[in-house]
């Protein structure tokens, strides 16, 4: 009540002028994130035209402004936010790498540290979690997101709103989450970014849509918009999609904001005439700030003032706005996250180190082994690729105020003799792949494959007869087809953070054994894209004895590693998978068992996943889809039997009306240590009432 009474209160005395500036977000100029920069800033926050900040950090800078805003008319305090990915000053792996350690706990301690910096640095506001579903590694933002799988997705969505939020939003550790790009960023056609994105409600509902979902659910208390439309309405002004479903369904309570310049956009998009026509379209369709546009301020109180907008509606978003600030204590202490000696204490701090460095280990991927891996410590090495020097690349697209970065040559160096003369050394580490801007925002490529040169290299270092271990970082699967041909042992390390070097040598060098299994598969080639191993069997499933049937001629159907996909040190055998009963009623639930044995004298660890097919249903279903996994590690020589309680939850699905709906029927359970590699047991659901 006292909340609402202090809120109520300061708004009836606010301007028109000033209520459309809370819902005026701008940039600053310590980080260049979109192409419009914003003007005379402090003036704007002088005058209350201005209600949030982003690219802004430091308690300095922070504090400056502040101070600025105290002094405005109504002592309206700001919101600093920032583009905080993946680490605000310690950076872990990037998104889509992280993800690969399918280890939720260990996300959700990521999003904490990460938060904890960022709000020591001054900030309330990160723009993640990014949970956008992508089946198009042509798409350079794949980078940001947890790749393919909607089930996955939504988990990791959960962890990482619940790792940003903590309990309290007033805790100087804790940051309001962003989930973005509401909605369906992930499909642009072609994987060109910014581009059209046309999709059926099916597909919105069934894989686009569980991880923003799960998101609202586990409390984000911000969104932001996409830049693309929505059958043909921009998400910006898509009043279906903000309103109807996103609040109305979906209960959510928060407030909208707009991608960078989304607002004024419209105009480019062709639904919008003006910039006050599109202020109008979005403010109807639910936005409540806008992003750098400046639509907002400049449009929103002359619109309710000629009574085109009922100011009813500007009131309800302002009020969202300012019962964040009040949640986040900035009311009662506008200045607390401008403390140096905190900022000194928490960024960067020894423990956050050690926290990247675990989680660098865990994002990188073992894609091929003949035995050359792990490397002894005593093997001479020598350490080579464009990319083996550079911590910038290992840091990846969208470091926040990241610096530095282990390259693979420090990390390696630290553990290992590195030859200068790579004829000197037994085994060559070869680093290859994408560098820093090669992925991220604005980095669509057509090709998927390693850079032309770097290939050549390859073949040269190849002829020499060295055995090789191939790393290769990226923000995206690759087409690596030609290299598993060539090279007996492969490493996929993404981009992993601040200790990414480090991290690589534990697992080249066998410190940590691999652990990471793909959430986005790797193709055969760029023509096989988009494409997701949770594909629909279509009337004509591929029969190699059968001309007519669904294929390429020149590659296989799946990925050359699919989703799910990591090899580790040793191998797990998969035995017998069998379910304690044939047929579930509703409400019942199955345990699907599956027997595991180590067969060798080391411990294996492996995350086991189990997948499920509705065989016959209303609406056609996927050919599989994740619904759970274990990461178990036995010990040399143990057998053990694994369980999954198989639920009623799991079988659903959007029936006909897109509602969700369980029907009777068979399936199949697949248990395996990949999405293609699995083993089938059929069972039967049939109701009570039958
Ligand atoms: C544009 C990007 O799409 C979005 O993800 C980011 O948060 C904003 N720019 C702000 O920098």
Redesign the pocket.
Known sequence: MERDAFLKDLLSRMTLEEKAGQLNLLTGTMDA??MKDSADLEEKIRTGHCGAV??VFTPAATRALQEVAMASRLAVPLIFGY?VIHGHRTIFPIPLGLSCSWNLALIQRCAQAAAAEAAADGLHWV?SP?VDISQDPRWGRVAEGSGEDPWLGAEIARAMVHGYQGENLAAPDAVLACV??FALYGAPQGGRDYHTVDMSRRAMVETYFPPYQAAIEAGARTV?TS?NEIDGIPASGNRWLLTELLREQWGFRGWIVT??TAVSEMKNHGTAGSDAEAAQQALEAGVDMD?VSECFIAALPSLVKSGVIAEALLDAAVLRVLATKWDLGLFQAPFARCDEARARAVNGCEAHRDLAREAGREAVVLLKNDGLLPLSQSTKVAVLGPLAASGRDMLGCWIAAGVGGISALEGIREVAEVTEDWQAAEVLILVLGEDWEMHG?AASRTSIRLPKEQRKLARELLETGKPIVLVTLSGRPLDLSWEVQKFPAMLHAWALGSEGGRALADVIFGIAAPVGKLTMGFPRNVGQVPMTYREKPGGRPFDATQKYTSKYLDVENDALFPFGYGLTYGTLQHGTVWLDRPRMAAGESLTLFAELENEQEIPITETVQWYLRDLVATVSRPVKELRGYQRVTLQAQERRVISFKIQDADLSFPGRDLQPRIEDGEFEAMVGPNSRDVQVVRFWRVSLEN
């Open positions: 994130t979109g982003f690219n583009d723009y990014m973005k790009h932001m830049f991608d960078y992003m925002e």
